[in-house]
């Protein structure tokens, strides 16, 4: 096999496991109602359940950074996929508390592993081939969110049982994602991995910017994903059918952003494509909170969807570029603070609308998400356009000379 073919093969069944992944998260999270009434759990224990489970998946994630060195990435990419499969077939799958509670831990745990090993993969993958393909991989999440978004209204709209929302999913996912972890590529050998001593004293502080912004960005998605619906409908007035639409649009603007973001950072570097998500975000936050109607407000989180898709996927490439020697326990680190940012974004906006308004509240997260403007030399030089700045020239890529990929 030549090295071409590995390169393809191995990107395209990490793509397959973005796409995998937030099918399985989609199905989980649309669900909760569902989850809810079926273990019968009340609305003061539910923030507990849900909290429990980024919790538990930070700490995999630490966990992940000293796993690696042992087995590598895609070991434990191949088998947390099939775990994270398994919990959520669990979930449903219960008729007690401690079942649902059994479940989502086994779910928090092996996210963790999954969310951290599949971006130390893609950062190693972009650094073979030269240049950046992260926002694509993370273009598959989006893909995938749709999809089981999807599948859960399915579920819903003909009154399916959890298990029987859930079964058909794992059923066809399972074996195909098994069958692609064979293809994963891991650049760093054993050797290497072991060798790896960490970030290095005063590492952390090099890291913290863009933890910072990962949290951040993270308090942004969540305020979408949670208050989009009861903001159009309770603030601005629109119907109840119209209140779910904002997220679905968040999702496919999302989704576009990330299959067309490498172009831009190809063509005009990390640093310009993230500033410009920024600025395109904080103004969609803006939108929204000056809204005089719904549709006005629907304005708003599509330019939320623009501007924020791109804000992740390149703080995972930074990490890498600025640790190239440790980019996997720089990522491990860095992908606590997407849990950090699920658990504060939703009460903080929820505790801010409930004391003051939900128009100001709005402007928490887009004060917040501005603050990456400061942090945005983190990024990487202007050459860091192909993936890492230190990494062989454009004109070895993968893909010249009759080898597209």
Same mark, same amino acid.
């Given at each position: 096999?030549?090295?071409?073919?590995?390169?393809?093969?191995?990107?395209?069944?990490?793509? #397959?496991?973005?796409?995998?992944?937030?099918?399985?998260?989609?199905?989980?999270?649309?669900?909760?109602?569902?989850?809810?009434?079926?273990?019968?759990? +009340? &609305?003061?224990?539910?923030?507990? *359940?849900?909290?429990?489970?980024?919790?538990?998946?930070?700490?995999?994630?630490?966990?992940?950074?000293?796993?690696?060195?042992?087995?590598?990435?895609?070991?434990?990419?191949?088998?947390?996929?099939?775990?994270?499969?398994?919990?959520?077939?669990?979930?449903?799958?219960?008729?007690? @508390?401690?079942?649902?509670?059994?479940?989502?831990?086994? *779910?928090?745990?092996?996210?963790?592993?999954?969310?951290?090993?599949? /971006? @130390?993969?893609?950062?190693?993958?972009?650094?073979?081939?030269?240049?950046?393909?992260?926002?694509?991989?993370?273009?598959?999440?989006?893909?995938?969110?749709?999809?089981?978004?999807? %599948?859960?209204?399915?579920?819903?709209?003909?009154?399916?049982?959890?298990?029987?929302?859930?079964?058909? !999913?794992?059923?066809?996912?399972?074996?195909?994602?098994?069958?692609?972890?064979?293809?994963?590529?891991?650049?760093?050998? !054993?050797?290497?991995?072991? %060798?790896?001593?960490?970030?290095?004293?005063?590492? #952390?502080?090099?890291? $913290?910017?863009?933890?910072?912004?990962?949290?951040?960005?993270?308090?942004?998605?969540?305020?979408? +994903?949670?208050?989009?619906?009861?903001?159009?409908?309770?603030? $601005?007035?629109?119907?109840?059918?119209?209140?779910?639409?904002?997220?679905?649009?968040?999702?496919?603007?999302?989704?576009?952003?990330?299959?067309?973001?490498?172009?831009?950072?190809?063509?005009?570097?990390?640093?310009?494509?993230?500033?410009?998500?920024?600025? =395109?975000?904080?103004?969609?936050?803006?939108?929204?909170?000056?809204?005089?109607?719904?549709?006005?407000? @629907?304005?708003?989180?599509?330019?939320?969807?623009?501007?924020?898709?791109?804000?992740?996927?390149?703080?995972?490439?930074?990490?890498?570029?600025?640790?190239?020697?440790?980019?996997?326990?720089?990522?491990?680190?860095?992908?606590?603070?997407?849990?950090?940012? #699920?658990?504060?974004?939703?009460?903080?906006?929820?505790?801010?609308? &409930?004391?003051? +308004?939900?128009?100001?509240?709005?402007?928490?997260?887009?004060?917040?998400?501005?603050?990456?403007?400061?942090? %945005?030399?983190?990024?990487?030089?202007?050459?860091?356009?192909?993936?890492?700045?230190?990494?062989?020239?454009? =004109?070895?890529?993968?893909?010249?000379?009759? /080898?597209?990929?």
């Amino acid at each position: 096999m030549t090295e071409d073919v590995r390169l393809r093969r191995g990107r395209g069944s990490l793509g #397959f496991s973005f796409f995998v992944q937030g099918v399985t998260f989609a199905l989980l999270v649309t669900r909760i109602p569902a989850i809810q009434d079926r273990y019968g759990i +009340s &609305d003061g224990l539910l923030p507990a *359940f849900l909290a429990a489970v980024p919790i538990l998946a930070g700490v995999s994630s630490i966990v992940t950074e000293h796993l690696v060195k042992r087995v590598g990435p895609a070991t434990v990419l191949r088998w947390a996929q099939p775990l994270v499969l398994l919990a959520l077939l669990g979930v449903g799958a219960g008729t007690q @508390m401690w079942h649902a509670a059994l479940a989502l831990g086994a *779910f928090g745990l092996s996210v963790g592993a999954l969310d951290a090993s599949m /971006n @130390m993969l893609g950062v190693s993958l972009q650094r073979a081939y030269g240049r950046s393909i992260m926002l694509g991989f993370h273009a598959a999440y989006s893909l995938g969110g749709i999809v089981g978004a999807s %599948a859960a209204w399915a579920g819903a709209h003909w009154h399916l049982s959890l298990f029987t929302s859930y079964l058909p !999913a794992v059923v066809v996912l399972l074996p195909l994602a098994f069958y692609g972890s064979r293809f994963y590529v891991d650049q760093q050998d !054993a050797e290497d991995q072991a %060798a790896d001593k960490g970030l290095g004293v005063g590492g #952390f502080r090099l890291l $913290l910017p863009l933890c910072l912004v990962m949290a951040c960005a993270y308090i942004g998605d969540s305020t979408v +994903s949670n208050w989009s619906a009861k903001y159009l409908q309770d603030v $601005l007035g629109s119907s109840e059918q119209l209140a779910t639409v904002p997220y679905n649009v968040y999702m496919v603007t999302t989704l576009i952003g990330r299959a067309v973001g490498d172009l831009g950072v190809r063509r005009f570097g990390a640093v310009a494509v993230v500033r410009i998500g920024t600025v =395109v975000a904080a103004g969609g936050f803006a939108v929204v909170a000056s809204a005089p109607g719904a549709w006005t407000g @629907m304005l708003g989180f599509t330019l939320l969807g623009i501007g924020l898709c791109v804000i992740v996927p390149q703080t995972f490439a930074a990490a890498g570029r600025l640790f190239p020697s440790s980019s996997d326990t720089a990522i491990a680190r860095l992908n606590i603070f997407n849990y950090v940012g #699920f658990l504060i974004g939703s009460p903080l906006v929820g505790g801010i609308g &409930d004391a003051w +308004s939900y128009r100001g509240a709005m402007l928490v997260p887009m004060a917040l998400v501005l603050v990456t403007l400061f942090h %945005a030399r983190s990024f990487g030089t202007e050459g860091a356009r192909y993936g890492v700045g230190h990494e062989r020239p454009r =004109v070895v890529d993968v893909g010249r000379g009759g /080898n597209e990929v």
